[in-house]
C-alpha cells in the first residue's frame, strides 16, 4: 500500500496542530509542514485532501461494555426510550415476536421513567403474561422483572437481601420487581446460556458500531462474569487469534467481591493467555454502587436516611488486595460512584507499591481533600463526563438526598485537571451512548446535548457546576493519550507521532471552529494501522 498524505484541514496531533501528516505501511511516518512531510517521503504517495475537515488520533473508550451493548442491541432493546408506555409497548411487541424465547431479555431502562426509580413487575406482567422477563436498567446496577422470574428464582416475601444487594418490596412485603446489586444474582442464573457463537456475532457488531464513531480502541471495564452477562474473555481471545479483532483492547478482568486474594492466580493465568490485539494488564473492582438506588457509598448518611450506602469491599481487605495486584504488575480500575469509595480507592493506593497505572471511574460525588490527591498518586480520573448535566434523573433521584454540601462535589474534572491530575473518558456503554461527541460537549459546555431525550428537562441547559468545565483540548486528551495510558497502549496511539500507529479519525467537521456543535460532530473515514475501517 502506498504512502498517504493527509493536508487540507486542520491536524490536531495531541500535542499541538500540524500543516500535514504521513503515513505508510501503518505508521505514522512524518508530521509537520506540508514541505518537511512531502520531502520526508518516497513517491509514489496518495493525498487525502481534508477539505477543511479535522484529524485527530483515533479516539479510546477507558470505559465500556461493548459485547453487553451489542447483545442489548439485537434483544429488547430500551435504551432509545424514555417513558413507562414506551417500555411496555416495546416488552409486549418483543414477546409476540420471539415466543419460542424462554426468557425475555435486553435492558436499558431509565430510573426516572418512574416514581423513585423504581418499575413494578405488574408492568411486565401486562406486557409478556406468565413469561420470565429480566431487564437490567441502564447502569446495570438494578433490574427489572417479572412475576414469573421471581417465582422461577424462588423470591418471595420471606426471601432475605443477599449481601452487597436489595430486593424492593410492596408494603406488604412480596418483591416488587426490582433488584438491586448482588440480589440480581439471585436470578441470573437461571438466564438462558448464550452461546459463543452469539457472543462473537456481538462483539463483531460492537467493532463495527465503535469504528463508525470513530473509536478505534477501548478498554472493556469489566472482563468475566456480571449481573447475567456472561465471561467474555474466550470471546476477546478467538476474535484476536482469527484477526477479526482489528480494534486494540485492554480488558479489566473482573475481581470476585465474593472471593479473595485466592483469585490472583487465576488473573495472571489469563492475562499470560491474552494476545495480540487483546492484553489483559488491569482488573476491576467495583467498590460500590450508584447514588439511585442508595449503593453509592457516602462519607456521610443520605439526606433522611440513616444509612451511608455500600462499600463492597472492606477497605482494609481493598489495601491489601491492591498492595498484591500492584506487586504482581497489575493496574487496578476501580468503580466509585460515593465520596466515601473514592477515598477508600485512594487509600488503597497509596497503601501499595503504587507502581502502576490504577484509576478510578465514575467520581459522582468527590470530596474536595481528595482532588488534589488524584495527581499526588498518580491515580488517573476515569471520566464519563455525559453524566455531568442536570437531568432528570440526577436532579430528581440523587441530588435531593445529597444535600448542598455534596452537590457541590459532583464530577470536579475541572479541580482535578488544575490540581494536576490526569483524565481519561469512557462512556460505560450500554449505560450510555458511546458516542463520544455528545460526551465532548457535556466535558465542554456542563449542559445538555440540544438533542439529548434529557434535553427537555427545564434544567437542562443550566450549566452543571460551570467551574468544572475542561477546554476541547483538554476532553480531546482524555479521550485519546489519557485513555491509552490507563490501557497500557500510549507506546503505540493516542497522539499523531512518528513511529505511533496510524489510528486516525477524519471528522466532518474543524470541532475548535468556535461555535461548532460539538455534539453533532461525526466521523467521516477512520483508519486503524493506516487501513480503512469506516466511512460515513
Given at each position: 500500500?502506498?504512502?498517504?498524505v ?17 503515513i505508510e505501511?501503518g ?44 447483545l442489548?442491541?439485537?434483544r ?6 424514555n ?9 409486549a ?7 419460542d ?8 431502562w431509565s430510573?426516572?421513567a ?12 401486562t406486557?409478556a403474561?406468565g ?9 446495570h446496577?438494578s433490574a ?10 424462588g ?7 443477599p ?7 410492596d ?5 416488587s420487581?426490582?433488584l438491586h ?7 441470573t ?6 452461546t ?7 462483539l ?5 458500531y465503535?469504528?463508525s464513531l470513530?473509536i478505534?480502541?477501548?478498554?472493556d471495564a ?18 484476536a ?13 473482573w475481581w470476585d ?5 485466592e ?24 467498590q460500590?454502587?450508584?447514588a ?29 488486595y ?10 487496578v480500575?476501580?468503580?466509585?460512584i460515593g ?6 480507592c485512594?487509600d488503597a ?10 484509576h478510578?471511574?465514575?467520581l459522582h ?28 434523573q440526577?436532579?430528581?433521584l440523587?441530588?435531593?438526598f ?7 462535589h459532583?464530577?470536579p474534572?475541572?479541580d ?12 460505560d456503554?450500554?449505560?450510555?451512548t458511546?458516542?463520544p461527541?455528545?460526551?465532548i460537549?457535556?466535558?465542554?459546555n ?8 434529557e434535553?427537555?428537562w ?32 500510549d ?8 513511529g505511533r ?16 456543535e ?7 473515514l477512520?483508519?486503524?494501522d493506516g ?5 460515513r
Amino acid at each position: 500500500m502506498s504512502a498517504m498524505v493527509f493536508t487540507g484541514g486542520p491536524i490536531w496531533t495531541g500535542a499541538g496542530g500540524c500543516e500535514a501528516l504521513a503515513i505508510e505501511r501503518g505508521r505514522i511516518v512524518a508530521a509537520g509542514d506540508r514541505t518537511e512531510v512531502l520531502a520526508a517521503l518516497a513517491k509514489p504517495y496518495d493525498f487525502v485532501d481534508l477539505k477543511g475537515r479535522a484529524l485527530i488520533p483515533g479516539l479510546h473508550d477507558a470505559h465500556v461494555h461493548p459485547v453487553q451493548g451489542a447483545l442489548e442491541r439485537l434483544r429488547c432493546d430500551l435504551s432509545h426510550l424514555n417513558d413507562r408506555a414506551a417500555y411496555r409497548a416495546a416488552v409486549a411487541a418483543y414477546a409476540a415476536a420471539n415466543p419460542d424465547r424462554t426468557w425475555i431479555t435486553g435492558g436499558g431502562w431509565s430510573m426516572s421513567a418512574f416514581p423513585g426509580g423504581l418499575p413494578h413487575r405488574t408492568d411486565l406482567d401486562t406486557a409478556a403474561p406468565g413469561r420470565p422477563v429480566f431487564l437490567p436498567n441502564r447502569d446495570h446496577h438494578s433490574a427489572w422483572v417479572s412475576t414469573a422470574a421471581l417465582a422461577a428464582a424462588g423470591i418471595d416475601a420471606r426471601t432475605p437481601d443477599p449481601r452487597n444487594g436489595r430486593i424492593e418490596r410492596d408494603t406488604d412485603g412480596v418483591p416488587s420487581g426490582v433488584l438491586h446489586e448482588a440480589a440480581m444474582d439471585l436470578i441470573t442464573p437461571l438466564l438462558p446460556e448464550d452461546t459463543a457463537a452469539d457472543y462473537d456475532r456481538a462483539l463483531l457488531e460492537a467493532q463495527r458500531y465503535l469504528f463508525s464513531l470513530g473509536i478505534t480502541g477501548w478498554q472493556d471495564a469489566i472482563v468475566g462474569s456480571y449481573a447475567g452477562s456472561r465471561d467474555q474473555y474466550d470471546t476477546y481471545r478467538r476474535a484476536a487469534a482469527s484477526g477479526r479483532l482489528r480494534a486494540r483492547v485492554a480488558g479489566a478482568l473482573w475481581w470476585d467481591r465474593a472471593q479473595g486474594l485466592e483469585q490472583l492466580e487465576f488473573m495472571t493465568e489469563r492475562r499470560s493467555g491474552a494476545g495480540g490485539r487483546f492484553r489483559t494488564p488491569i482488573v476491576k473492582i467495583m467498590q460500590d454502587g450508584v447514588a439511585e438506588n442508595f449503593t453509592a457509598s457516602m462519607l456521610e448518611p443520605y439526606v433522611g436516611k440513616d444509612f451511608c450506602g455500600t462499600s463492597n469491599v472492606d477497605p482494609e481487605q481493598l489495601r491489601t488486595y491492591v498492595a498484591a495486584l500492584d506487586a504482581a504488575g497489575f493496574s487496578v480500575h476501580f468503580h466509585a460512584i460515593g465520596d466515601r469509595a473514592v477515598r477508600e480507592c485512594l487509600d488503597a493506593v497509596e497503601a501499595s507499591g503504587n507502581t502502576q497505572r490504577h484509576h478510578i471511574a465514575h467520581l459522582h460525588v468527590v470530596h474536595p481533600a481528595d482532588v488534589p490527591r488524584f495527581a499526588a498518586l498518580g491515580v488517573t480520573a476515569n471520566i464519563q463526563s455525559l453524566w455531568a448535566t442536570h437531568h432528570e434523573q440526577n436532579d430528581t433521584l440523587c441530588v435531593p438526598f445529597f444535600g448542598p454540601e455534596r452537590v457541590a462535589h459532583q464530577y470536579p474534572f475541572g479541580d482535578i485537571v488544575r490540581a494536576g491530575g490526569r483524565l481519561a473518558a469512557g462512556s460505560d456503554w450500554p449505560v450510555s451512548t458511546p458516542d463520544p461527541w455528545p460526551a465532548i460537549h457535556v466535558a465542554v459546555n456542563r449542559t445538555e446535548p440540544p438533542d439529548s431525550a434529557e434535553s427537555t428537562w427545564p434544567a437542562s441547559q443550566t450549566p452543571m457546576l460551570p467551574e468544572q468545565a475542561l477546554t476541547l483540548e483538554q476532553a480531546l486528551t482524555a479521550y485519546t493519550a489519557g485513555s491509552a495510558y490507563v490501557s497500557h497502549l500510549d507506546r503505540e496511539v493516542g497522539t499523531l507521532q512518528p513511529g505511533r500507529a496510524a489510528d486516525l479519525v477524519v471528522l466532518d467537521r474543524d470541532p475548535f471552529t468556535p461555535g461548532a456543535e460539538l455534539h453533532a460532530v461525526r466521523a467521516d473515514l477512520v483508519f486503524v494501522d493506516g487501513e480503512p475501517v469506516h466511512e460515513r
